[in-house]
């Protein structure tokens, strides 16, 4: 059985290039979505509807209240850049492995923290993490 885990020490970190790794700031929560085209395969005389699987696609986002505006800028969806997802800061390998394009939108509520929310739109696979080597 899995043991169960909260997200509190949970990081991302972003890597442009040949870059050194950088951890996405005070990091609140991140998630990460899946999908699979469905190609409809359904046929005259068919009782139920039919589906193939076509292409896989991914997708993410991430909320933080300290996030470096300067690289934000530099890599807003003109540079892919290698993304590593963590349960745990601690984890010696990261749960997800993706390339991806950023988008990202900052608010600055007058009664509360300022928070970016950085978007991931995935530009290949997302690989299992437990399957990388170091």
Do not use: H
């Not at 999908?35 to 933080?64: F, H, M, P, Q, Y």
């Not at 950085?118 to 290949?124: A, E, K």
């Amino acid at each position: 059985m899995a043991s169960t885990k909260t997200g509190q020490y949970a990081k991302i970190t972003t890597k442009v290039g040949s870059a050194s790794a950088v951890e996405l700031a005070k990091l609140r929560e991140w998630s990460v979505s899946v999908e699979s085209e469905k190609i409809d395969a359904t046929v005259a005389g068919d009782t139920w509807a039919r589906n193939l699987t076509g292409v896989l696609s991914w997708s993410g986002e991430a909320t933080c209240v300290d996030a470096d505006p300067y690289w934000l800028d530099l890599v807003n969806a003109t540079t892919p850049v290698t993304i590593d997802f963590f349960d745990n800061e601690d984890d010696p390998k990261p749960k997800y492995r993706g390339t991806a394009l950023i988008d990202f939108e900052r608010t600055t509520p007058y009664d509360d923290l300022i928070e970016t929310k950085v978007t991931f739109t995935g530009d290949g696979a997302l690989v299992d993490g437990s399957t990388l080597t170091p």
